[in-house]
Every structure is written in structure tokens, then in C-alpha cells.
């Protein structure tokens, strides 16, 4: 069996330097090398093991036989935005997990091809749109979730408006995801790409706010509700709230949204740290750290349970050894300190053995008494997952949401307790994967497609 060829990265030296993207991708005949491996399985696990069903044998039989076009008009036929997805989906634990060659050695590296494919075409090729059908749209939110349904509506002929509340479209893949995993011009390019469809795009846009949910409703004829989860959970220990201490949103946000880390030439600040401890194990801790980083801070993640239980993607947490964070596991934080009662100096853990199993499949984790010790540090950034902002639910009268969790209730095809208002994404299942609002985007778009037929 012919081994899984493995994209080039950046050297080192200039990664840690730079926001610009590591992980270089492949050449064609990488590419086409790749594609060889693939033994195109009469029934194909990794197009169940995708969460948009992209028909993965077809698009990497054509890619072989070099018919590029045919290999994305596939792809896009369920993925409307590959170069994003073949970039930042967790494809290890998804198509990739399942592939066969898997069992026997490494997997097809699915999300390289799909990323090359989705590259070569990106700015080049805009999708059909049907004639106009007269019906319009709302789409609240502009991350995956809102972007796919609005893409879906648009190719079917509906005139679709998107309401965004900060100042640039994207959600999470522009504040959230830094430029060295996904470069900021691929998503501009596929927002560019649904103007060029004719879809409006609005920014500084709080629906609730700037203006009432009530207008749209009165001038569309659907309203998709995909405000995603953009709230940061907390710790809720002593000294949380020093100088010195983000959350992981805050700190992404500020440097990949108002490029702080280009202050003073723009206007946001950032503090410039000599140790900055991220707690956190998941792809958004590994986002943190290698930010921190490359602002000129020594970084350390530290994580409650073992490397094995990370939820990170393995890439990920290597990419960030390579460039030099240090990880320290079975270790919680308990409390912040300061030498000044102002600026955090310092943070106490405990250490942690693993316990049993839990639901979801990760080893536990308990406390060891009298195991505390203590992290000098002048920064932290908390990256322990997100949470749907309730602003939106909230000011929605008659809209069934779960209280406990946050999220919208939707029945199976995304629709809410009100008549002709839909939602999907992380606003309806928690904080989950960008592909999987994709999915949820794409699928809602057709359940509004048939509701308004």
C-alpha cells in the first residue's frame, strides 16, 4: 500500500512570526498522487462518516483522471464551501475515521483533496442561480450555518438578506479561527461569492437591537435564525476577573477580527505577555496558544485530563508543539492570583488522575488531595468551550428554547415553535462543528425551500 502523501508546512522559524497559513497544501500531482490511493469502495463509509454526505469516491475518482471542474461541480453539489471545510473540518473523527485503507494503514487524506479541489476553483466559478422567485429571505447570523442557507436559498432563486452583527461577515470563521488555519481571504471569497448570487449582506446588524425581530418578520417570508454559540463559558473560581484574563472569544477575536496584533498601526490593544497559560484542551485552546505565540509569549496549555483525552485535532496539538508550547495535563486550575489585587501574576492548580470512563467516551478525571501547586504567568486565556447567546431567544416572544442549554428547539428539518421562523447550527445543539452547521445550513434552506413552495 502506497503511503499517505503528507502536504509541506511552513518552516518553523517563520510560522511563529507570522499569521500566514501553515499547512501549504498539496501540488497536483500530490494531488493526483493522493487521489491514486483512494480504492473507491462499492459502498464508501467515509461519505457516511462525512456530516454533508459530499459523494467522496466520485470527486477523488475525478480528480485522478484530472477533471478538476467535474471534481468540484461534485463536491459543491452538497459542500457549498470546501476550501473552508478541507481546511478546518475534523476529518480524523468524521470520513477519515471510517476510511477503509484506515484499517489496514493511514487513511485517504480526504480534507487535503477536498481543500485542493475547493482552492483551484475558489474566485473562478460561481454556481448557477435559478430566475428569481419573488420570495425573500432573512438569514440572522453570517457563520457556516447562516452562509450555507443563505448560499442554498440564493441557487434556488429566493432573494436572501443576511443580518450580521459585527462589522465584517463570517462569524466564527473571521473572529474566531485565525489566519494561519483558515486565511481570512477564503472566506472573503466565498462571501464574495454569495454577493455575486445577489445576496445582501448588512453588518452592524444586531437583530433585537438595531433593529426589532418583528420587521423581519413583517418583510420576509422566512427568517433563519444562525447566531451560532459566541458566548465563552467560564471557570468561576477565585480571581477570575483580574486584569489580565480573557476568554478565549475576547482574545481571537481582538487579534483576528481588529487585528490587534497590528496595533499601533489599528487600535486595538492587546497586552504583549511574557507567559501566557491557556486553559483549555480543545481546537479553540490550540488557536489561543499559537496566537499568544506569535505575539512573543512563552505559552503553556494546561489541560484536566490526559493528551489522550484532548478533544483538539491531532494536527492541531502538534502544529502547537512544533512551534514550542508546552502542555502540562491532569491539571486544574482552582484559583487566580495577584501581587497587586489588579493584574494576574500567577495561577494555583491541583493535579487530577483519571477516573473511569464517561458517556462520551473520555476517561474522567479527579482531584488528587494536597496536590496543588502554583504557575507564574501575567496572562490567561480561558478556552473552555461556548455556550448560544440567549440575547436573540430571549427578545422572541413564543420562541420554545431549551433553558438549560441555551439553544432554539427545532423539529427535525429546523423548524421553530413559530410559524415561518427556522434555525440550525450551534444555536440549536451547542457548540459543535463547522461542517455540521454547514450541514444544518443547507438543510434548513431546503426545508424553507418546501414550506414556501
Not at 468540484?72 to 470546501?82: D, G, Q, S, W
Not at 418583528?214 to 467560564?234: C, I
Not at 431549551?402 to 423548524?415: L, Y
Not at 450551534?426 to 462543528?433: C, E, L
Request: some cysteine; charged content about 25%.
Amino acid at each position: 500500500m502506497k503511503p499517505r502523501i503528507k502536504p509541506k508546512k511552513l518552516a518553523v522559524e517563520e510560522r511563529v512570526k507570522s499569521f500566514n497559513e501553515v499547512v501549504l497544501g498539496y501540488t497536483e500531482e500530490e494531488a493526483i498522487k493522493e487521489a491514486e490511493r483512494c480504492i473507491q469502495c462499492p459502498t464508501p463509509p467515509c461519505v457516511t462518516g462525512c456530516p454533508i454526505s459530499i459523494d467522496i469516491p466520485s470527486f477523488i475518482k475525478a480528480l485522478r483522471e484530472r477533471r478538476f471542474e467535474d471534481s468540484y461541480k461534485i463536491m459543491i453539489a452538497t459542500n457549498p464551501f470546501p476550501s473552508i471545510c478541507g481546511r478546518i473540518c475534523p476529518q480524523e473523527q468524521q470520513c477519515e475515521k471510517v476510511c477503509t485503507l484506515g484499517k489496514i494503514g493511514e487513511p485517504v487524506a480526504i480534507g487535503k483533496l477536498e481543500k485542493f479541489i475547493g482552492d483551484l476553483y475558489l474566485n473562478k466559478s460561481n454556481p448557477e442561480v435559478t430566475s428569481p422567485n419573488g420570495k425573500k429571505v432573512a438569514v440572522v447570523g453570517s457563520g457556516p450555518a447562516g452562509l450555507a442557507c443563505a448560499y442554498t436559498l440564493a441557487k434556488m432563486g429566493y432573494s436572501v438578506s443576511i443580518f450580521e452583527s459585527l462589522h465584517k461577515p463570517g462569524g466564527v470563521l473571521t473572529y474566531g479561527i485565525p489566519a494561519f488555519r483558515l486565511p481570512k481571504n477564503i472566506v472573503e471569497g466565498y462571501v464574495n461569492q454569495l454577493r455575486e448570487m445577489g445576496v445582501k449582506i448588512e453588518v452592524d446588524v444586531l437583530v433585537g437591537r438595531t433593529i426589532k425581530f418583528e420587521y423581519l418578520l413583517r418583510n420576509f417570508d422566512a427568517v433563519f435564525l444562525g447566531t451560532g454559540a459566541g458566548l465563552p463559558r467560564f471557570l468561576n473560581i477565585p480571581g477570575e476577573n483580574l486584569n489580565g484574563i480573557y476568554s478565549a472569544n475576547e482574545f481571537l477575536t481582538r487579534v483576528n477580527l481588529m487585528k490587534a496584533y497590528l496595533f499601533p498601526e489599528y487600535e486595538t490593544p492587546i497586552y504583549r505577555a511574557k507567559h501566557t497559560v491557556v486553559i483549555g484542551g480543545g481546537n479553540v485552546a490550540m488557536d489561543a496558544a499559537r496566537v499568544a505565540l506569535r505575539l512573543g509569549s512563552e505559552v503553556t496549555i494546561a489541560y484536566r485530563r490526559s493528551r489522550k483525552e484532548m478533544p483538539a485535532r491531532i494536527e492541531e496539538i502538534e502544529n502547537a508543539e512544533e512551534e514550542g508550547v508546552k502542555f502540562v495535563f491532569l491539571s486544574s486550575p482552582i484559583r487566580f492570583i495577584s501581587r497587586d489585587n489588579f493584574w494576574v501574576s500567577g495561577v494555583e492548580f491541583i493535579r487530577n488522575r483519571l477516573g473511569p470512563k464517561g458517556p462520551d467516551g473520555r476517561r474522567s478525571f479527579v482531584p488528587v488531595e494536597g496536590s496543588n501547586y502554583f504557575m507564574k504567568t501575567d496572562c490567561v486565556v480561558i478556552a473552555i468551550g461556548q455556550l448560544p447567546n440567549p440575547l436573540l431567544p430571549r427578545l422572541i416572544p413564543k420562541l420554545e428554547c431549551d433553558e438549560r442549554k441555551g439553544t432554539i428547539k427545532v423539529d427535525e428539518e429546523g423548524r421553530t415553535s413559530i410559524p415561518k421562523v427556522y434555525a440550525g447550527g450551534d444555536i440549536t445543539t451547542g457548540a459543535a462543528t463547522a461542517v455540521e452547521a454547514i450541514a444544518a445550513g443547507v438543510r434548513v434552506a431546503y426545508t424553507i425551500h418546501k414550506d414556501l413552495s
